[in-house]
């Protein structure tokens, strides 16, 4: 069956004209899921009764049960979610100073491969539909009682791999009658898959693109990142130079500093050098450490030195806030998990 929360508005007046419904029912259906938040077609009580049943025959409502919810001592949420396949995910409730945001999964694993993260360390199963993507946000909201400011895709995948099923998504999570959440209050980060950083700035779609850069030269990003095997640094920097011509829109850098990795002087140079007259923001992060994982986090010392150093030579580089690692709740440390095993 079709799950309900798979269309765009204008999909879904299609789909009802196409059951013989007049189309207006769609921004009625709309407005139940995305305003009031029910979560049966039951609940729906301007819909006659025969179009419900004619509902309830033809689609789902795709509601996840929460499996396990953690919170952290810093007030991060993280929230393991059974998509209903046997399979599950993670997301996370983060709590900022201007409001609340939510980090969403695209994917049920990740086939990027990057040394440092453990949403890649196991297998790929499939990518989440559209309407898996804003049911993360419907589950989360409901059980805080409340609307969320923000989105990023920065959960378990590589967003630009499941291109269409986000875009879409994004489009439901922006819409005035869908979640209504600003584009500008919406990030996807990627790896770096460069067609689609091109296809991206294309969409019309004024969310903050993040590029997972993390190194300097083709060398070390491979060595971190196998996706620079296949687009290289150069490759990476066109894209993005193109995206900010076409939108004149910054882009947010992230690089996750690990000690003696990516962390000296030098780095920081080399990256104040392909950065330089970028409409950029430099994001770092502390990396975190995962199972089995070679890098460490950098000194206090060093990251603020880094951070100095950029800001120094015209980069704004900012240093982002660690949220919920006591729970693996923080950047790199989702996990996809099948519920038969
Ligand atoms: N696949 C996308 C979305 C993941 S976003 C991407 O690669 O951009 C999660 C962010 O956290 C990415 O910038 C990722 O590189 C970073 N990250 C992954 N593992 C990390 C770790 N162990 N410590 C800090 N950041 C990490």
Not at 113 to 140: D, P, Y
Not at 164 to 193: C, E, F, Q, W, Y
Not at 272 to 300: A, D, F, R
Request: hydrophobic letters at 35%.
């Amino acid at each position: 069956m079709k799950n309900i929360k798979n269309y765009q508005l204008e999909e879904l007046k299609q789909e009802l004209s196409n059951l013989g419904e007049k189309p207006y029912r769609a921004e009625q259906i709309f407005h139940w899921i995305y305003t009031e938040k029910v979560k049966a077609f039951d609940d729906m009580t301007n819909l006659s009764l025969e179009l419900r049943e004619k509902l309830k025959q033809n689609y789902t409502i795709c509601n996840f049960q929460i499996l396990q919810k953690q919170e952290s001592s810093d007030g991060t949420k993280k929230y393991l979610f059974d998509v209903l396949d046997g399979n599950a995910i993670e997301t996370v409730l983060m709590q900022y100073h201007h409001g609340k945001t939510i980090c969403v999964s695209s994917q049920i694993g990740c086939k990027m491969g990057c040394k440092f993260c453990a949403s890649t360390g196991i297998a790929f199963i499939r990518n989440l539909t559209a309407g898996e993507i804003v049911e993360e946000i419907l589950a989360v909201e409901q059980d805080i009682g409340e609307p969320v400011s923000n989105i990023v895709f920065m959960g378990i995948g590589e967003p630009f791999d499941n291109y269409d099923n986000v875009m879409k998504a994004i489009r439901i999570i922006n819409h005035p009658k869908g979640l209504n959440i600003g584009a500008r209050h919406i990030s996807v980060s990627t790896s770096g898959i460069v067609p689609q950083i091109y296809q991206f700035a294309n969409e019309g779609l004024p969310c903050t693109l993040s590029i997972s850069l993390h190194a300097t030269t083709d060398e070390k990003r491979s060595s971190m990142m196998p996706v620079n095997n296949l687009y290289s640094i150069s490759e990476l920097m066109q894209a993005c130079k193109d995206y900010i011509a076409k939108t004149n829109k910054r882009i947010s850098f992230e690089y996750a500093l690990a000690k003696d990795n990516n962390d000296n002087l030098e780095d920081a140079k080399q990256l104040v050098k392909l950065l330089n007259g970028m409409l950029c923001h430099v994001n770092l992060i502390p990396i975190n450490k995962i199972e089995n994982g070679k890098y460490v986090k950098s000194t206090n010392e060093n990251i603020i030195h880094f951070r100095d150093y950029l800001n120094d030579h015209g980069i704004v580089a900012t240093i982002r806030r660690e949220l919920g690692s006591d729970i693996d709740a923080a950047c790199g440390q989702l996990r996809r998990k099948n519920l038969k095993q």
